[in-house]
């Protein structure tokens, strides 16, 4: 079982930064593949970044060039540094583990609201 807890959202002003953290318990984070994904109210949920157990990332259309997935194996969490936000980037984002033969892992997730 992979429990996975968001943190680092919140307030922040158009052109601004954030970095949020998806930090994981029970097992090696290093053996998932981890994907961002947001939900605004009322939209699908979307997905934003993904990195994968080998280190590969990719990305979603709208972020790709402003965030950055990585992960630190030492302290067994994946981050998703955030920059040039944008208004529209104003969601839920949840963090969710992956691996081949196990249940998809997700954590409860942390705001993030572009606003002035």
């Known amino acids: 079982q992979v429990y996975l807890a968001e943190s680092g959202g919140g307030l922040v002003q158009p052109g601004g930064s954030l970095r949020l953290s998806c930090a994981a318990s029970?097992?090696?984070?290093?053996?998932?593949?981890v994907t961002w994904y947001r939900q605004a109210p009322g939209n699908q949920r979307e997905l934003v970044a993904v990195?994968?157990?080998?280190?590969?990332?990719a990305y979603g259309a709208p972020v790709k060039g402003r965030f950055t997935i990585s992960r630190d194996s030492e302290k067994n969490t994946v981050y998703l540094q955030m920059n040039s936000l944008k208004a529209e980037d104003t969601a839920r984002y949840l963090c969710?583990?992956?691996?081949?033969?196990?249940?998809?892992?997700w954590g409860q997730g942390t705001q993030v609201t572009v606003s002035s």
């Open positions: 969710c583990a992956r691996r081949a033969g196990f249940q998809d892992s």
């Open positions: 029970g097992v090696a984070i290093s053996a998932y593949a």
């Open positions: 990195i994968s157990s080998g280190g590969s990332t």
